[in-house]
């Protein structure tokens, strides 16, 4: 669910009973309704001939794009454009109640709200406001707190920052991939940025966003009613909306159709036909155009986002119009409002610079601690020792593959069509979790028999145990096999009530796990016998227990994020390992007990981690 918001799936929650491709033909047969009565929609809303909004759907790239991978775009199109049409029928809160639940579908129209205040348009912000909060009901409702918890705090604060997906892809010729692209170094993933200065994204990304979508909101001017200009004020908005967007799939610039419809209807009024035909060509080619990472190194990067400086003109056409159409006495008025909303507007900046620039404290330090990934690996976690190799979990674009690393080089080990998710090691012996139509254990000494409906394995340092988890009504429990005898069936340690996420083991053969009962996870301890008991240690997981069981890692959530704590189980004191605005999990320990491996996302996206190799005991 990375970057969408959980609301949002509860658009498709009635077909989720139906085959994938029955619920995608329904789809697609829902959508193609709601595009025609948003076209019908436009026809009111602008009344511009029939013909040039057909011809704008018809040149929308994108829209074929929405289609094709069933995404949900067209109902926010829908949502948008119904919201402006009952803003010009003086429906102010009906408007903004749409615009609340726009937002709950996709972050942005959160935008609209702002606007609606710059308006002094207090019915549209409160109908905004209260369906907006509803949305958010209804989907803590369905979903949990937990899980909006988890969105809020880890997931939605990485999307605004364009971190959610590759950070540094410039395909999505996104603003903030490309000050990611020239000043932030990434050892695989930007090599080669123009300026290895971290400080001028935390600058830049905020204070260029704020430059952008300002002049929107600045000339929005209160208590004037009139349609064409307000038409111009809702595509200078979407616009400026869409070109500071740091998840932009091409998909999503489908929803250009209604700015460029309210730019169409201004120019089309004025007679001013060649700057129409422009308009038209600039929208075609940001549907095309997107970016590219061919070739890229420096300050190349500028000239290869194409779609960024194709919206940036779109927003200079909107901006020139609605300048065009000042309303006339009362300029003194006005001024005095625009600077006391550009005083606000700059405070937002100054308070997103801090914040940015605290956040990159100790954020690169993992840097100098990074085991080399396999080339063109899009992330590596999971890693497992068996002596001196390195066991780990990679993901290609081809899907998820097990690989080893010994003597400072790696390779795949895995060379099955499925997917393999997990990997232990321990001895002589390796298991992996290989996922077909279910998860399969399966290990590489002969004569062991697969265990089905079987995931993420963990072997202890003895090689005489095996765990791992089966999922019982969705909800993870600990099974345990013995190793060194094939005769028993495997013992059920947890209960239902517990959905267990890691474990580790302890040197009696008991374990160290982390599980939650419908909140937050914690960690617990657990006999071979099934007695259970708790750690103390709230909001943890990923514990890890190094092999001669003097020490405990675990991974614990503070601030949105998780990072690496030691703790020692004879004395039970702890010290802290990393402390950064990232995610640093999946620890390991070397058969020294003192060397620690884990994942680490730092500088990448969330949760697309690489491994880190550090000693961290003395």
């Not at 549907?287 to 190349?300: A, H, Q, R």
Request: charged share 15%; aromatic share 10%.
């Amino acid at each position: 669910m990375v970057p969408i918001t959980p609301f949002s799936t509860l658009a498709v929650y009635p077909l989720t009973g139906m085959a994938p491709l029955v619920a995608k033909h329904w789809w697609t047969v829902f959508n193609g309704g709601l595009l025609l009565m948003t076209l019908f929609l436009l026809r009111k809303v602008t009344r511009i001939a029939w013909r040039h909004i057909l011809l704008v759907t018809a040149l929308s790239f994108s829209l074929r794009l929405n289609f094709l991978y069933g995404q949900y775009y067209v109902l926010l199109l829908f949502l948008l454009t119904l919201a402006c049409y009952l803003y010009l029928r003086g429906q102010r809160v009906l408007s903004g109640a749409v615009i609340g639940i726009a937002a709950g579908l996709k972050i942005f129209p959160v935008i609209f709200l702002l606007y609606f205040l710059r308006k002094r348009d207090l019915k549209a912000f409160v109908g905004g406001a209260a369906s907006g909060t509803a949305a958010a009901i209804l989907s803590i409702a369905a979903f949990g707190w937990h899980l909006h918890q988890t969105y809020l705090s880890q997931v939605m604060p990485a999307a605004l920052r364009g971190e959610g997906l590759d950070p540094y892809n410039l395909h999505a010729a996104s603003l903030s991939s490309l000050l990611h692209r020239l000043f932030v170094y990434e050892p695989q993933l930007n090599p080669h940025p123009a300026i290895h200065a971290t400080w001028l994204f935390a600058v830049c990304l905020p204070l260029l966003q704020m430059i952008i979508m300002g002049p929107a909101l600045l000339l929005a001017t209160p208590g004037v009613e009139d349609s064409r200009r307000v038409r111009l004020e809702w595509a200078a908005i979407l616009t400026a909306s869409l070109a500071i967007s740091t998840s932009p799939g091409s998909y999503l610039f489908m929803l250009l159709i209604l700015p460029v419809c309210c730019m169409l209807e201004a120019l089309l009024h004025e007679r001013r036909h060649l700057f129409a035909w422009g308009v038209l060509g600039l929208y075609t080619a940001a549907g095309i155009l997107s970016g590219t990472n061919d070739d890229v190194e420096g300050w190349k990067a500028l000239l290869m986002t194409p779609r960024l400086h194709i919206l940036l003109l779109l927003c200079v056409v909107a901006y020139v119009l609605l300048m065009q159409r000042r309303p006339e006495g009362a300029k003194k008025a006005l001024r005095w409002d625009r600077l006391a909303w550009a005083a606000v507007l700059g405070i937002i900046v100054v308070m997103n610079i801090n914040g940015g620039l605290r956040r990159q404290c100790g954020l690169y330090d993992d840097y100098q601690w990074r085991v080399q990934p396999p080339e063109d690996a899009l992330m590596t976690v999971h890693p497992a020792i068996q002596g001196d190799s390195l066991h780990f979990i990679s993901l290609f674009g081809t899907g998820y593959h097990s690989g080893v690393r010994t003597a400072g080089r790696s390779q795949l080990s895995s060379d099955s069509a499925d997917d393999v998710l997990a990997v232990t090691a321990s001895g002589s012996e390796r298991w992996v979790e290989r996922v077909g139509h279910e998860s399969t254990l399966i290990s590489d000494y002969a004569g062991r028999t697969e265990i089905h409906q079987a995931e993420s394995p963990v072997a202890s340092s003895d090689g005489r145990w095996l765990a791992y988890l089966r999922e019982d009504h969705a909800r993870g429990r600990i099974m345990l096999r013995a190793l060194d005898h094939q005769d028993g069936e495997d013992k059920l340690l947890t209960p239902a009530s517990l959905n267990v996420y890691e474990m580790s083991f302890l040197p009696d053969g008991g374990m160290v796990f982390a599980a939650a009962n419908g909140g937050a996870p914690s960690l617990f301890t657990v006999k071979q016998g099934g007695t259970i008991g708790p750690l103390g240690i709230e909001n943890a997981r990923y514990p890890a227990v190094s092999p001669d069981g003097h020490w405990l890692v675990y991974s614990q959530l503070e601030n949105g994020s998780w990072n690496l704590w030691l703790r020692g189980l004879a004395d039970g004191h702890t010290r802290r390992l990393t402390q950064a605005a990232c995610n640093a999990t999946e620890p390991a320990w070397a058969s020294d007990s003192k060397t620690l491996y884990y994942a680490s996302d730092c500088g990448r996206a969330m949760w697309f981690s690489v491994i880190c190799r550090r000693q961290v005991v003395p």
